[in-house]
């Protein structure tokens, strides 16, 4: 099958999150199951100074909007060895600082934006023609909406299926009626039928009315979505979708997160050789000039810093966690009160609790491997990524039962000897102390504690199995 995907970001050329990963390894993935797959991004400014080698193509792209015409190249890269990935260049949209705008808020002219990139895709499809379109998130749902809404203007591209894959309900490209002229789509579709929510345009409920199939990241998250306290206002219509909706729970590259040969480690180790998890961790305090203290457990997290992730838990219960014997390792930037939050627990803690604001790659690996727990109590998580790197470093995941968290990590029985991790469900601060206590308890217990270090680095989810799932929906589609 010709495949493409079309994404806001993928790893390596640009990343906020867990998006970037999937896109980067799974259009490898079912590329390598012998499908003829290519991926669509913009060319941000990471890609335009980056040291990627990447080529400028014969392809011109000309995109009527807001008025006028505006004019794109198209700059080819590669994936693993055979993905080819097209990055639209358009620098007066995409060389900008930030991908979606500054810590404190969107850019302005996103709807703009992200209606230029759909377009400018499906303008490269024409000269690319492929069976399935494959769209994620809102950034990229218009081209499912495009593709659907008007086929008769994208005759060449014949009528390829589309699947939409939600990475997060929580971001649906909401817009001011006053930007439907950005769309270059018919007034029919803005009615609540459509694209219309509340008044508003909403580009991600156009995809999952439009889209043949939709996927999203793990089996309980497909569940989760349909009810009204994870929906954010588009239960109603996952719900009269649920026949096409299905579950895939996201992979991991483990030629980049694996203890054995993560090139970012000074010391590299596996299930037999975890004393070198221990020089690891002894590094990671090192660098972030943490007091050596052999026993003392490190509680690793590494996240966007937003009330998703679960931080005011964290914050309410940070004082009373301090009287513990634990040390506090943080990677991340988002909100600015928590930014503030986790810079001033440095100064009133400052042996106990290091903070790195900002987006460090190395240093996540570092803490991955440095770290004994890893804490993600998230208030939803539709499938998270950093609690399968932890259980595959030995680094025990500490996760409230929501979405992903729930379909990977196991919780911890002392007495039947299974589990891979630690477990809690109400999303209030006691929960999430007592199951961190129950942690630091298991970890006073060395036998206990290695055996099920072990049971964490034996689970398997690398991404083959995924992928699978992946073609076997676009055969349902094409067959
Ligand atoms: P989300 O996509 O909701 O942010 P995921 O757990 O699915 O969460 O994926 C997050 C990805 O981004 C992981 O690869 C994680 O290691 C990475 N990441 C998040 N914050 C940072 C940071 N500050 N520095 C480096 N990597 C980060």
Known sequence: MKIAMIASEVSPFAKTGGLADVLGTLSVVVGRLGHEVCVITPAYRSVLQGNF?????????????????????????????????????????????????????????????????????????????????????????????????????????????????????????????????????????????????????????????????????????????????????????????????????????????????????????????????GACKEELRRKLGLPDKSDTPIIGMISRLTPQKGFDLVQSIFDVLMQRDVQIVLLGSGAPQYEEFFRSATSRYPDRVAVRIGFDEPLAHRIEAGADLFLMPSLYEPCGLNQMFSLKYGTIPIVRAVGGLKDTVQPYDGVAETGTGFVFKPYNPQALLDVIDQSLTVFRDKRAWTALQRRAMAMDFSWDRSAKRYVDLYRQLVN
């Open 53 to 277: 080698p990447v080529r400028e193509t014969a392809f011109k792209l000309s995109v009527a909007i807001a008025g006028r015409r505006q004019e794109a190249t198209v700059l080819e890269a590669s994936l693993g060895k055979r993905t080819p990935a097209y990055l639209i260049r358009a620098d007066h949209y995409f060389d900008r600082e930030f991908l979606y705008g500054p810590p404190a808020g969107d850019y302005p002219d996103n709807a703009e934006r992200f209606s230029f990139f759909c377009h400018a895709a499906l303008e490269l499809l024409r000269q690319w023609p492929v069976e399935i379109v494959h769209c994620h998130d809102w950034q990229a749902a218009l081209a499912i909406i495009l593709l659907k809404a008007q086929p008769a203007r994208y005759a060449e591209i014949a009528a390829p299926k589309t699947v939409f894959t939600i990475h997060n309900l929580g971001f649906q490209g909401i817009f001011r009626q006053a930007d439907w002229p950005l769309l270059n789509l018919d007034t029919a579709f803005f009615t609540p039928a459509y694209l219309e929510f509340f008044g508003n345009i909403n580009f991600l409920k156009g995809a999952l009315l439009f889209a043949d199939k939709i996927t999203t990241v793990s089996p309980s998250y497909a569940r989760e979505i349909m009810s009204a306290e994870q929906g954010f206002g588009l239960e109603g219509v996952v719900r009269q979708r649920a026949a096409d909706l299905v579950g895939i729970l996201n992979g991991v590259d483990y030629h980049q997160w694996n203890p054995w040969m993560d090139p970012y480690l000074a010391h590299h180790y596996g299930e037999t050789s975890l004393t070198r998890k």
